[in-house]
């Protein structure tokens, strides 16, 4: 009977194990990113992980790092090209040093929700940009959203103008960096890691994100005033390298591109659900004083961005720009 136990255990073993069973070590997949668990990115990458160890487990194992605890914004681009990490989820304002088409999602007040910006994301033109960085050895594998942006400062924003000589913590992008000079600010790109220090610090005294990392990061701590602008969105695009994905046999990898889709899917419909406990969680505790804009004072910080879509219209392409400007339901 020990004995019949021992050979179904072990059988159930090769079965279940394909990866082992002739003798390999699983594929590891060391997954990092830069926020904490409970946002869309930090939910997504857990589920992947839950739904490889259901699929995949013995041919695949993912570990996750998250809150920049193995690689943070300066150095994670860096370690994928060294294979030291398999997947990443940066934002897409971090992309410029490989390509300036992604550049359109920054452009402020050009998608006018959430929903405009998925429908942007199902079409060719949006397909096409995962693949922008091939010549980097970048494999983008799905688009990922996190939520409309909000801006916060140590004052009241409610004009343009209040914006102006203050200090802005930014993402690594020249679009967001012309967004403050056009209200006569500063920007200063700062690793998002680094970002909360430097709100406390006085090193800047203002920024931008959506609810769910202004919240989980606790930004109320440091900021008394959240204008709701939702002026842009944070978006992320879920990427590997080439060589390493393209190494992985056939077979695993469709399996893993089905799961990826399946996530994608979850992260962005968990996204606005997200967003909005963050926004009431942050509000409800009562560090932040809310300002909300009338419909003329959100034009006049709508009319202080805009010229940046035409400043920009050369590097990220007529044709992108285009499709963009077709998908708000206006
Ligand atoms: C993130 O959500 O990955 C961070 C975005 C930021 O740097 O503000």
Redesign the pocket.
């Known amino acids: 009977m020990k004995y019949l136990f021992a050979l179904l255990l072990s059988c159930s073993l090769l079965l279940s194990a394909p990866a082992l069973a002739d003798g390999k070590e699983p594929i590891l997949i060391k997954f990092s ?3 904490a668990e409970d ?1 869309p ?1 930090g939910r997504g990458a857990l589920l992947f992980q839950r739904l490889v160890a259901e699929r995949l487990g013995g041919a695949v194992k993912v570990e996750v790092y998250p809150n920049s605890t193995l690689f943070g ?1 300066a150095d994670e681009m860096a370690a994928l090209q060294r294979g030291e990490v398999q997947m990443l ?3 897409v ?2 992309f410029e040093a490989y390509t300036k088409q992604l550049q359109v999602f920054d452009l402020p007040f050009l998608f006018d929700d959430l929903a405009a910006v998925k429908r942007f994301q199902r079409r060719d033109k949006s397909r096409e940009l995962l693949r922008s960085m091939a010549a980097n050895n970048i494999y983008g594998l799905a688009f990922w959203n ?1 939520g409309m942006k909000q801006l916060s400062a140590t004052r009241e924003l409610r004009a343009p103008g209040d914006a102006k000589g203050l200090a802005f913590r930014i ?1 690594s992008s020249s679009v967001l960096e012309a967004q403050f000079a056009a209200l006569g600010a500063e920007a200063k790109r700062i ?2 890691g680094e ?1 909360l220090k430097a709100l406390q610090d006085g090193i800047v005294q203002g ?4 609810w769910s ?1 202004m919240t989980a990061s606790g930004f109320d701590r440091a900021q008394p005033f959240i204008t709701e602008t939702n002026h842009g969105s ?1 978006n ?1 695009m879920l990427i590997s390298s080439s060589s390493f994905w393209q190494s992985i046999p056939y077979a695993t990898r469709s399996e893993l591109e089905a799961i990826v889709e399946e996530v994608t899917a979850q992260v962005n419909r968990d996204a606005e659900e997200l967003n909005r406990k963050g926004r009431e969680q942050l509000l409800g505790a009562g560090n932040a004083r809310l300002v909300t804009l009338g419909k003329e004072e959100r034009a006049a910080w709508r009319a202080a961005m805009q010229p940046l879509w035409q400043q920009y219209e050369a590097e990220i392409g007529a044709d992108v720009l285009r499709a963009a400007q077709t998908v708000n339901r206006r």
Request: charge should be neutral; hydrophobic fraction near 25%.
């Open positions: 990113h830069v926020v946002t990115k914004d989820a940066p934002s304002s971090k996190n993402q690793p998002f970002s920024t931008e994100n959506a990392n944070l992320y």
